[in-house]
């Protein structure tokens, strides 16, 4: 089964940064797709972006430009670089991987992000 683990969240000013990372282990097979997502009190999860197979991303519309994605294949990690973060960016981000395929059915802890105004 696979797990994964977020970490690289904190607490960051209006217009701060941060890089958040995401640790796939227990993985039979290949990685295809990457996605980062998060969730925010009171709201449903929402996907904040995708790295498919031959690095080809999607953003959700509030975060391009701002947000960048990207992984590394031989270690089975994930990132996603946040700049110019907003108060509304405040959530817990969680990533999943495609993996043959199919989307993991585990979720790891998510790391928390807020940006204060």
């Known amino acids: 089964q696979v797990q994964l683990v977020e970490s690289g969240g904190g607490l960051v000013q209006a217009g701060g940064s941060l890089r958040l990372s995401c640790s796939a282990s227990?993985?039979?097979?290949?990685?295809?797709?990457m996605g980062w997502y998060r969730q925010a009190p009171g709201k449903e999860r929402e996907l904040v972006a995708t790295i498919m197979s031959g690095d080809i991303t999607h953003y959700l519309v509030s975060v391009q430009g701002r947000f960048t994605i990207s992984r590394d294949n031989a270690k089975n990690m994930g990132y996603l670089q946040m700049s110019s973060l907003k108060p509304e960016d405040t959530a817990r981000y969680y990533c999943?991987?495609?993996?043959?395929?199919?989307?993991?059915?585990?979720w790891g802890q998510g790391t928390q992000v807020t940006v204060s105004s």
């Open positions: 227990g993985v039979s097979g290949s990685i295809d797709a």
């Open positions: 999943n991987v495609r993996v043959s395929g199919r989307w993991s059915a585990s």
